[in-house]
């Protein structure tokens, strides 16, 4: 089950059939699909996408996929989930254009990484990255992640695969 989120600007919580219009003006922006998978698809492509968050990943409760809003405002897209790219979890989410640059990509992605150490109890996020997404690069290199090799895409591009690494856990120490 996806669980419900905050952070302190932002509030992660499960889509609802009301997100559609929102979800699908998301992601026919080119400006916030500039970076993910083969870009912008069409609109239908979009609406059968967020059908199947409903349909699949929310009824087979596959993984964790959120609605991301500001003031009540869907404002973005969060996951995380299995990946065979990384061979374990990848962190994967998007803002529209109108609050980039606020610092929001950062608090976002903390959160989700935060639930894949605490809730989920890994030992590692992984996160896939254009080499030419400079913004998430610098985002991700600030929250911690580390690159740790390149992918090359058929089309000649090239995917940095970054991760990051839970902090080793202390245990207290007894009394003296």
Known sequence: MTPTLRTERLLLEPYVPADEDAFVAMFQDPRVTRWMGDGTATEAEDRALFGRIFSKVYAQDLFAVWAVRRDGELVGHAEIKPTDTVSGHELIYALVPAVWGAGLGRELAEAIVG???????????????????????AVLRRLGFEHVRDITEDDGGTTRVLTRRRPPVTPPRPPA
């Open 115 to 137: 639930h894949g150490f605490d809730a989920l109890g890994l030992t590692e996020v992984h996160a896939t990255v254009a080499a030419d997404n400079l913004a998430s690069l």
